[in-house]
């Protein structure tokens, strides 16, 4: 009596090497989902931050500028006399 345990058509996978190929393929579509929503939430993120530097360090530039309007006057107008050397 031949043993028919054995025979198997080729084109069918072992249950195991299947379960193998879904495991591997839910990975991969999980790292997939992850680096999209990854992607679509944090870009924008870091594009607002990035604004908001500029826009701070444009605010330090002017009042920079204005510290140093506000001290230019302090100093004193007019030149001092020239020492005359005899």
Do not use: N, W
Not at 10 to 16: A, K, T
Not at 54 to 83: N, T, Y
């Amino acid at each position: 009596m031949p043993e028919t345990s054995e025979a198997k058509p080729p084109s069918q996978l072992i249950p195991s090497r299947q379960l193998v190929i879904h495991v591997l393929l839910s990975a991969l579509v999980a790292v997939a989902v992850f680096a999209v929503l990854s992607y679509a939430t944090l870009v924008p993120r870091l594009a607002q931050h990035e604004r908001r530097i500029l826009d701070l360090e444009a605010q330090i530039g002017a009042m920079e500028d204005d510290a140093e309007a506000a001290a230019a006057p302090a100093a004193p107008a007019a030149p001092a006399a020239p020492a005359v050397a005899k």
